[in-house]
């Protein structure tokens, strides 16, 4: 079974542009988490989609954004990029979130390291 | 203070010792993630778990939740071992995000 793939597996931008970077989950799975690991900086919690809208928000600028398309695949797309933007993004899938006493384990992909020069 | 604190944040030990990470954590939870990262990058999840204590292989993890408290073991440690391991937990509260440790560092030497 596959697992979560992510692309691009390197992705170089200078400030002001825009990226965007893709995520597909395990199959079945309707649950797509990002997350921002920034140098030096622990795994922060981005943006959670579950059966195509965002359902939960970390605390980043409105310029970091996605969406979740129907066949459960995300994409995670930023704005007038900074240079504090540089990091390694990952995705997570799960199946359905669940309720507030339920959690279903996340899966991890390889991520997308992105540079901003 | 960081919902959820690991130490120690660097670790160096000899091929063969047994090591312990610590991750505390001052939310209710109701699941506890224990992950591994290696220099590309790339995430796997080692155990999760909720109460008790897991094993695979040469790692073992426990969890008290009445301390707030988890500790991952891992015996006769190997140079393949080194890599970032991370504490993560879903809080009660959370809305099902992960909530991440800074990660403990372990370098094995041969």
């Known amino acids: 079974e596959a697992g979560v793939t992510q692309s691009p597996t390197h992705l170089i931008k200078t400030r002001g542009q825009q990226a965007t970077l893709r995520c597909s989950p395990i199959s079945g799975h309707t649950s797509v988490y990002w997350y921002q690991q920034a140098l030096g900086l622990g795994l922060q919690f981005l943006l959670w989609?579950?059966?195509?809208?965002?359902?939960n928000r970390g605390n980043f600028p409105p310029r970091f954004s996605g969406r979740q398309f129907p066949n459960y695949s995300s994409e995670l797309n930023v704005n007038a990029l900074e240079l504090e933007d540089s990091a390694l993004y990952l995705c997570a899938s799960s199946l359905q979130g669940g309720g507030a006493w339920s959690y279903n384990e996340q899966f991890f992909g390889p991520g997308t390291r992105l540079t901003v020069l | 203070k960081n919902e959820v604190e690991q130490s120690p944040q660097n670790l160096t030990a000899q091929e063969g010792e047994f090591i312990t990470i610590n991750c505390s954590y001052s939310?209710?939870?109701?699941?506890l993630h224990w992950l591994q990262q290696h220099p590309g990058g790339g995430i796997v999840s080692l155990f999760m778990l909720s109460s008790g204590k897991k094993k695979h292989g040469r790692l073992i993890a426990t969890i008290n939740i009445q301390e707030k408290h988890s500790s991952l073991h891992i015996t006769a440690s190997h140079p393949r071992d080194s890599a970032v391991y991370i504490c993560a937990v879903r809080s009660i509260q959370g809305a099902q995000k992960l909530v991440f440790g800074q990660g403990t560092r372990l370098t094995i030497n041969p």
């Open positions: 939310v209710g939870i109701s699941a």
């Open positions: 989609y579950d059966e195509g809208e965002e359902r």
